[in-house]
């Protein structure tokens, strides 16, 4: 049986955590922060965690191999 390989970009872009949950960056961060409101800057600040069944699809069908 072949082994089921990671999608390069779910690599890139999520995180699992220790008690396996999804971590990603949250859009909206690149360039024309001169149009964003600073609250909304603020909160899309680090990482945030996917919810339950979205982190499932994604370990499950994207990141195999945790």
Do not use: C
């Amino acid at each position: 049986m072949p082994k089921m390989k990671t999608k390069s970009g779910a690599k890139k872009r999520f995180k699992i955590t220790g008690t396996g949950k999804v971590k990603f960056q949250q859009s909206g961060k690149r360039h024309g922060m001169i149009k964003r409101s600073t609250k909304q800057i603020r909160e899309h600040r680090g990482m945030t965690v996917l919810f339950k069944t979205d982190g499932d699809n994604i370990k499950k069908y994207w990141m195999p191999n945790g």
